[in-house]
Nanobody, 120 residues
Framework: QVQLVESGGGLVQPGGSLRLSCVAS????????MGWYRQAPGKERELVAD???????NYPESVKGRFTISRDNAKNTVYLQMNSLKPEDTAVYYC??????????????WGPGTQVTVSS
C-alpha cells in the first residue's frame, strides 16, 4: 500500500495564494508521475497539473501561469503553488501518485483530498 497525505488547503481571498503539499509513504519502489486534480461540486474531477520524474510539467489553460507544480524526489513529495486564486478555483484538490511497488507491481494512489475555498 502507498499512503498519500495532503496539506495546505484552506480559505483564501481572491488574488491570494496557497501552497499544497502531498507526501507519499509506504511500500514504494519508485515513483513516476505525480499530479494534482480538483473536483468542484457538480463537476467532474479535472487535471490541475502533473509532473514527470524528470521534471516535465503539464497544465491546463485554466491555471497556466498561475499554478506551479514541483516535486522533491528525496522526500517523495509533490507541491502545488497556487497564485492569483479565483473563486472558480474553489474545489477539493486531490494528489495522485503513480509508480511501482518494491515487487515491481504498478500502483496508482489518490489522497483523501483537501478543500480550497476562494472567497471574499
Amino acid at each position: 500500500q502507498v499512503q498519500l497525505v495532503e496539506s495546505g488547503g484552506g480559505l483564501v481571498q481572491p488574488g491570494g495564494s496557497l501552497r499544497l503539499s502531498c507526501v507519499a509513504s509506504g511500500n514504494i519502489g519508485s515513483i513516476g508521475n505525480m499530479g494534482w486534480y480538483r473536483q468542484a461540486p457538480g463537476k467532474e474531477r479535472e487535471l490541475v497539473a502533473d509532473i514527470t520524474n524528470g521534471g516535465s510539467t503539464n497544465y491546463p489553460e485554466s491555471v497556466k501561469g498561475r499554478f506551479t507544480i514541483s516535486r522533491d524526489n528525496a522526500k517523495n513529495t509533490v507541491y502545488l503553488q497556487m497564485n492569483s486564486l479565483k473563486p472558480e478555483d474553489t474545489a477539493v484538490y486531490y494528489c495522485n501518485v503513480r509508480g511501482l511497488y518494491r515487487d515491481w507491481r504498478k500502483f496508482d494512489s489518490w489522497g483523501p483530498g483537501t478543500q480550497v475555498t476562494v472567497s471574499s
